[in-house]
């Protein structure tokens, strides 16, 4: 079957034989969790194709089609009372300019107009109802009379992308932003007609989709009716692909290659696996977009690995977002991320709703909300009334460190090269030389000591040196990672396709100036013993080709021991 990287169209996958993956069931459990409902996902997630199954399950006009739409599928055996019931409302709001508040309720009304002539083309409602709507300007102008043509009908509204334009706007001007979603903005008068709309039964149900919960929370008082579905057991994999499913998409990629199942399994793992929305959830959840490239993207004929596992378009989307790290306190929000990327997790609790009040400080919960929402953290477990959160796989945490490295670049005004920290890595790779990876890591440390850009202790120098060896996508880099209740500081690990003569296992002592050559022995004797423990631990031993340094600074420069 074909692949559908990069399709969106349930019609056009069922019908045009693409390879679909079976998530009917959650139609009836959306229904039985309510009649106004929200599931929001991080970019790239499915989010789309999954309300283009809705659409084409509920719409009236696709009742004769049902059996060769749905008949294989799961929803097709046990259907709902529900289905193909409806005139279906479709609205999406993605192209939506932000250059000023003008332009921007300029585009929303232009784009609510014209997905309300296609519903009264479509469901064949005379040119006098779609001349009245046409006389309307303001996007809640628009909705009311709409809504008064089509009182007598049965509409079910999807909005897909409903945050889109509002998450740009947010991480470039937060004032206008409240201007446009706030008390008073048009955003916010919009919902308020879909609301009434709802309590008089012309809108009989309502689906939303997008990335954050910013402008549903922003507006609370407008629109309050909506149930979030998107951190709920129920829902964690009702997008995204689990195991099983993308272990069934590559089976024919390994039987015909004569490939290790359990390799690439685990491979596509490091890569693209590791989300979950609910901390009562067991599974984890694969980017389905992730997948699907990788899929397309295997040389079939040579049975070749992609060149590059990292989706330029989903580096693209995600470098979009990443301006949301500057709302609030971007030093706080800053030493979050440091604090992530260096211990691997962040502890903290989520909020339900974001409050972005202007008069309000934007405070550590609300970034973690934020990274969560957009799939920059995922939840891994509970510690005490708190949760704990850690990077997803490595295509978000190569994400992270080209941030990072920028960010660095910006506060320090130093030019960090990765050219030239590729090639130390290569060195290192193949012939076990870590000399040009320590010149590189003591340049850095002496152009941040001479601007006093860091408090120079072991947690912003191992941050440095992560930051650094993320130039290279040569190896998977653990941070800190859990080995028989251990953690060691650094993994360099094998990363497939790429094959390297030897792995690595970094240990990072800091003795301060003051404690002088005295101190930086005892931190010298501490490390080489903490690293022959890590040796005699079986899941350390058991990895090929390994070698392990101590790294050893006092702030200024770097002096690597071969342990």
Not at 343 to 359: A, C, P, Q, T, W
Not at 511 to 533: F, P, T, Y
Request: hydrophobic fraction near 40%; charged fraction near 25%.
């Amino acid at each position: 079957m074909k692949t559908p990287y990069g399709e969106s169209n349930f019609k056009k996958i069922i019908t045009q034989d693409f390879l679909y993956i079976d998530k009917t069931k959650y139609i009836g459990m959306l229904e039985q969790s309510g009649s106004y409902n929200i599931l929001l996902r991080p970019r790239r997630f499915g989010k789309t194709l999954f309300l283009s199954t809705l659409r084409s399950y509920y719409d009236i006009r696709c009742k004769d089609a049902f059996d060769a739409l749905f008949g294989n599928l799961a929803i097709g055996r046990n259907p709902t009372p529900l289905k193909n019931s409806y005139q279906i409302l479709f609205m999406e709001f993605s192209g939506i300019s932000i250059k000023d508040e003008e332009s921007i309720e300029r585009d929303f009304a232009f784009e609510v107009t014209k997905r309300l002539r296609i519903f009264l083309n479509e469901y064949q409602y005379p040119t006098e109802a779609v001349r009245r709507v046409e006389e309307q300007s303001s996007p809640a102008s628009l909705m009311k009379a709409f809504f008064e043509i089509v009182r007598e009908a049965k509409i079910y509204l999807f909005i897909d992308e409903y945050d889109h334009f509002a998450n740009a706007l947010l991480g470039e001007d937060q004032e206008l932003f409240s201007a446009i979603v706030g008390k008073g903005g048009f955003v916010r008068s919009f919902y308020e007609v879909i609301k009434t709309a709802t309590m008089e039964g012309i809108v009989d149900r309502l689906f939303i989709t997008g990335v954050t919960s910013i402008t549903l929370d922003s507006m609370t008082s407008g629109f309050n009716i909506g149930k979030n579905l998107s951190f709920t057991k129920e829902f964690n994999q009702a997008m995204g692909f689990t195991g099983q499913e993308t272990e069934v998409m590559i089976r024919p990629l390994v039987d015909t290659c004569g490939l290790d199942g359990l390799e690439m399994m685990r491979t596509l793992g490091d890569w693209y696996n590791g989300y979950r929305f609910s901390c009562r959830a067991d599974g984890k959840v694969f980017n389905p977009d992730m997948v699907l490239y990788f899929l397309d993207s295997f040389d079939r004929d040579e049975c070749r690995w992609p060149e590059q596992m990292l989706d330029d378009n989903i580096a693209s989307d995600y470098g979009k977002i990443m301006r949301l790290f500057g709302i609030g306190d971007r030093e706080s929000n800053f030493q979050t991320l440091e604090e992530l990327i260096v211990h691997g997790e962040i502890v903290g609790r989520h909020k339900g709703k974001l409050d972005l009040d202007m008069n309000k400080p934007f405070e550590r919960n609300d970034f973690i909300s934020l990274l969560l929402y957009m799939g920059f953290i995922t939840i891994s477990g509970t510690v005490l009334s708190q949760l704990r959160y850690v990077i997803p796989n490595y295509v978000i945490q190569k994400l992270y460190y080209d941030y990072f490295r920028t960010e660095i670049k910006r506060r320090a005004q130093i030019r960090v090269s990765g050219r030239a920290v590729e090639n130390a890595v290569a060195e290192l790779a193949l012939h076990n030389n870590i000399r040009p990876l320590v010149e590189e890591i003591n340049r850095v440390l002496t152009l941040f000591s001479n601007r006093d850009f860091m408090r120079m202790d072991e947690k912003h120098i191992k941050a440095v040196i992560l930051t650094l060896l993320y130039q290279s996508e040569v190896y998977f880099i653990r941070s800190e990672p859990e080995v028989n209740n251990r953690y060691p500081d650094i993994l360099l690990l094998e990363r497939k396709p790429v094959e390297v003569r030897y792995q690595f296992l970094f240990e990072l002592k800091f003795s301060k100036k003051k404690d002088g050559q005295k101190g930086l022995e005892a931190k010298r004797i501490e490390g080489v013993n903490q690293i022959k423990g890590y040796h005699a631990l079986a899941d350390i031993a058991g990895l090929p080709k390994l070698k392990s340094y101590l790294l050893l600074t006092d702030g200024t420069e770097i002096e690597a021991v071969a342990v």
